[in-house]
């Protein structure tokens, strides 16, 4: 979707935030034994940690790779949603376990079997997150802040 160096910037800080913000509360929620009104206000204190980090990760390395891997089970013939849930898929696939090593160093007591076990349980909510809720509302912001844009580069195309 994102036509432009700032766009896709753009694109990546509102996905990374909204992204990363349902996984911290996720997060807080299994290390606290339940989501209360507390659980979105502790989550808050992660994120100005955590969205940095995933919005490097995202920019400069991972959805180059994503890409790349979708394209090895998508062809560009195909739908844009196929192509669009593919490459998502792909960088959930690169982020989650990132993320969750990068978690387990910052804010648990770190061990090679507290990652995996972070990492196994992020991966389910992290991949229903992602194709369900962070992507069709980040595509929806991003459509609403460019819709002039878009249309424009949408008419020249035609």
């Not at 990363?20 to 940690?49: D, K, Q």
């Not at 090593?101 to 992290?126: E, R």
Request: charged content about 10%.
């Amino acid at each position: 979707m994102p036509q432009t160096r700032l766009q896709n910037i753009i694109y990546t800080i509102i996905m990374a935030i909204i992204m990363v913000y349902g996984m911290i509360v996720y997060n807080v929620a299994l290390s606290t034994g339940g989501v209360t009104n507390a659980t979105f206000g502790m989550a808050l204190h992660e994120l100005p940690i955590m969205a940095p980090i995933a919005m490097i990760l995202e920019y400069f390395i991972v959805e180059k790779l994503a890409t790349k891997l979708a394209f090895t089970v998508v062809r560009p013939t195909d739908r844009p949603q196929v192509i669009t849930y593919a490459i998502s898929t792909m960088i959930v696939c690169i982020m989650c376990p990132t993320m969750s090593l990068i978690a387990t160093l910052l804010f648990k007591t770190p061990s090679f079997g507290t990652w995996v076990q972070t990492w196994g349980m992020n991966m389910p909510m992290a991949l229903i997150w992602q194709l369900l809720f962070a992507g069709p509302l980040t595509r929806l912001i991003f459509r609403t802040i460019f819709r002039k844009q878009l249309a424009e580069s949408a008419a020249e195309k035609h």
